[in-house]
C-alpha cells in the first residue's frame, strides 16, 4: 500500500464524501466543487499513489493497486461508508471499490471515465515517452485533450495551471498510473456495484467519449443515470464548475432529501445490525435497488426515527403486527432487533401473548414457534 496526502475537512457528524482526482492532477483538481460540497458534507479529498504529496511506490501499479490504497486510507480515518466522486482515474477507482466492497459506498458519482480501452497501445506509448523525457514532455499535449479547444483561449491562466500539475507530476508514479489504465478492464464487475450511481461525461470528451465508455458504465450498473455536460471535455468539473457541482449536489442530496437516506441507515443499522443490512445492501439489484431505497428513507428514515416512540415501543409494537399478519422471516428479524432496542424475552412472551387475545391463538402459537429458535429457548 502507499501513504496517500489527503485533507478531510466539513461538518461534525456531516456524511463523507470522498473526491477522487483524474490521471495527472492532485487533490485540487475539486477546488471549485469542494466550498458547496463542503457546506453539506465533510469533503475526503486525496492525491493518487505516484501524484502530487502521495507516496511514489516503484514499478507500474494495477487499479487494485490503487483501490488498495484508498480503502487503507478509509480504515486508517475510520471511515466505514462513504460517498465518492471521481474524475477519470478517479472514478476508475470509484468502480473498483464499488464493485469489489459494496458496502463502503453509499452513492457513486464517475466523471469523464471509462471501465476499458480496448486500444491500450497509446498508453504504451506514452509510457515510453514519460520514461523517455519526463511528463513535462507530454504535459502540453495531454493537457489540450482534456479540455475544449476554445478553453485555453478564454482561461489561458486555468489551462496554463493543468499543464504545470501534470509537468510537475513524479514521472515513475505517472507512468505507473498509466500502467493501471492500460491493464484495467472493470466491465465483468459492473454489476457488482449497488451504489446508487450518477454517470457524467463532457459533451465533447475525447478522452472518454460518452459513446461507448459512459453508455457501457450506465448499461453495466442497475439504474445508474447518465448526464451529459454540454461545452466540456474531459475535465468537465474544471470547463463548466457551476453545472458539475449542481449534478453533484442534486444526486448525494443537498436539499436534506438524503439527510433521510443517511438517518435511515444509521437507524435501520443500529435497530437490525450491520450483518443484516450489510448482506441487504450486497443483494440488491437495479430491480429492487427503489424497494430498498423507499424502505431505507420511509419506513426508518421517517417513521422509525420520529420522536413520538421510544424504539422499545416500536418493537412491541412491530412485534405484534407481525405475528398477527403471519409475516414469519419478518417476525424472526424483529425479534432480534426487539433484543437490541432492549426487549427482554420475558417482554416478547407477553407481546405474543397479547396477540393471542386480540388476533387469535394459531397465530400466537406460530409466533411463539418463531421467537423461540431466534432466542435459543427450548421448544
Known amino acids: 500500500m502507499a501513504r496517500l496526502h489527503h485533507e478531510l475537512a466539513g461538518p461534525d457528524g456531516a456524511p463523507v464524501l470522498v473526491l477522487a482526482p483524474s490521471l495527472g492532477t492532485t487533490l485540487e483538481l475539486w477546488d471549485e466543487q469542494v466550498g458547496p460540497l463542503r457546506e453539506r458534507f465533510k469533503v475526503l479529498r486525496f492525491d493518487h499513489r505516484g501524484h502530487g504529496r502521495s507516496e511514489v511506490p516503484p514499478g507500474g501499479y494495477t487499479i487494485d493497486d490503487l483501490g488498495m490504497d484508498l480503502l487503507e486510507l478509509l480504515d486508517g480515518l475510520g471511515l466505514e461508508r462513504v460517498h465518492f466522486a471521481g474524475v477519470s482515474l478517479g472514478a476508475m477507482v470509484g468502480m473498483w471499490v464499488a464493485s469489489h466492497a459494496p458496502s463502503r459506498i453509499d452513492r457513486l458519482a464517475l466523471l469523464c471515465t471509462s471501465p476499458w480501452y480496448e486500444h491500450t497501445g497509446m498508453w504504451i506509448e506514452r509510457i515510453a515517452r514519460v520514461r523517455d523525457g519526463g511528463t513535462a514532455s507530454i504535459a502540453e499535449e495531454v493537457v489540450a485533450k482534456w479540455f475544449t479547444p476554445r ?27 498509466c500502467a493501471a489504465v492500460a491493464g484495467m478492464d472493470l466491465r465483468p464487475f459492473l454489476g457488482d ?66 439527510q433521510g437516506m443517511d438517518q435511515g441507515m444509521r437507524v435501520r443499522r443500529e435497530v437490525l445490525g450491520d ?8 443483494s440488491t439489484t437495479g430491480f429492487t435497488a427503489d424497494f430498498q431505497e423507499f424502505i431505507t428513507r420511509y419506513a426508518w428514515g421517517d417513521i422509525w426515527s420520529r420522536p413520538g416512540l421510544d424504539r422499545r415501543t416500536r418493537s412491541a409494537i412491530t412485534l405484534a403486527m407481525l405475528a398477527a399478519l403471519h409475516h414469519d422471516e419478518e417476525l424472526a428479524m424483529h425479534v432480534r432487533a426487539a433484543l437490541r432496542n432492549g426487549l427482554t424475552p420475558a417482554e416478547i412472551s407477553e407481546i405474543l401473548l397479547q396477540v393471542a387475545v386480540y388476533a387469535g391463538v394459531p397465530a400466537a402459537n406460530r409466533a411463539l414457534k418463531i421467537a423461540q429458535g431466534v432466542l435459543g429457548e427450548p421448544s
Open 151 to 177: 478553453f485555453p483561449v478564454s482561461a489561458p491562466q486555468v489551462f496554463a495551471r493543468y499543464v504545470g500539475m501534470l509537468a510537475t507530476s513524479p514521472d515513475d508514479g505517472y507512468a505507473g498510473c
Open 193 to 258: 456495484i449497488k451504489a446508487p450511481t450518477l454517470v457524467v461525461a463532457g459533451a465533447e470528451d475525447l478522452a472518454a467519449p460518452a459513446d461507448p465508455h459512459a453508455r457501457t458504465i450506465v448499461a453495466g450498473i442497475g439504474g445508474a443515470g447518465l448526464e451529459i455536460v454540454a461545452g466540456a471535455a474531459h475535465l468537465a468539473n474544471v470547463e463548466q464548475p457551476a453545472a458539475v457541482t449542481r449534478l453533484l449536489l442534486d444526486h448525494f442530496g443537498e436539499s436534506g432529501r438524503d
Open 275 to 282: 450483518e443484516h443490512v450489510d448482506r441487504a445492501v450486497a
